[in-house]
């Protein structure tokens, strides 16, 4: 079965540092695209970026450029997604995602994990 | 970037009856559109990509047409279990965007 599992939930202080990460198994993890969408509280989706593990080729959408880093360790067939200095506006649910076929550059997303929330409070 | 935009934001319609769905892009993204339903506290879940291909799984009252800048999604029969939120989503251009959802709810 194709599968993402997430890191699960994290309540964060705002100036600290978060790195979640996305277990894939079921499929090969170097041939296909792994993303990030984030879903702020009772908002819609924005797509922060996607990684190839195969040759770790990292695209980020211009809101997110420099603000999170996305990164995969093939040896564990796993996707992270970091922050260095939270910030409030950072609380949201956090999903991973896989491109539908492998290889494939232009393509829906799926299947999703199961979510991460992200709370940043003092 | 593209912006998709959805309409209506919310639907209101009876068990039984049809359902349209519109997104509408701020450019050409030729047939690189997908659509996902969310429930509440769940993660989305693909219901369609390259404008009108099914996903694994999906009921055949799900369809969707359209190329170019608008599109549709129609849900010919509304079943108790398509109550939920419909989202667009365009992966011709980087970055990929998503329309704002349109809530399908029991009229």
């Known amino acids: 079965e194709v599968q993402l599992v997430q890191s699960g939930a994290e309540v964060k202080k705002p100036g600290e540092s978060l790195k979640i990460s996305c277990k894939a198994s079921?499929?090969?993890?170097?041939?296909?695209?792994i993303g990030w969408v984030r879903q702020m509280p009772g908002k819609g989706l924005e797509c922060m970026g996607i990684?190839?593990?195969?040759?770790?080729?990292?695209r980020y959408s211009p809101s997110f450029e420099g603000q999170v880093t996305i990164s995969a360790d093939r040896s564990i067939s796993t996707a992270y997604l970091q922050w260095n200095s939270l910030k409030a506006s950072d609380t949201a649910m956090y999903y991973c995602?896989?491109?539908?076929?492998?290889?494939?550059?232009?393509?829906?997303?799926?299947?999703w994990g199961q979510g991460t929330l992200v709370t940043v409070s003092s | 970037e593209i912006v998709m935009t959805q309409s209506p934001a919310t639907l209101s319609v009876s068990p039984g009856e049809r359902a349209t769905l519109s997104c509408r892009a701020s450019?050409?993204?030729?047939?690189?559109l997908a659509w996902y339903q969310q429930k509440p506290g769940q993660a989305p879940r693909l219901l369609m990509y390259?404008?009108?291909t099914r996903a694994t799984g999906v009921p055949a009252r799900f369809s969707g047409s359209g190329s170019g800048t608008e599109f549709t999604l129609t849900i010919s029969s509304l079943q108790s279990e398509d109550f939920a939120v419909y989202y667009c989503?365009?992966?011709?251009?980087?970055?990929?965007?998503f329309g704002q959802g349109t809530k399908v709810e029991i009229k």
């Open positions: 990684i190839y593990p195969g040759d770790s080729d990292t």
């Open positions: 079921g499929f090969s993890f170097t041939k296909y695209w």
């Open positions: 995602v896989r491109h539908s076929n492998s290889g494939y550059l232009l393509d829906s997303f799926d299947p």
């Open positions: 390259g404008t009108s």
């Open positions: 989503h365009q992966y011709n251009n980087w970055p990929r965007t």
């Open positions: 450019l050409s993204i030729s047939s690189n």
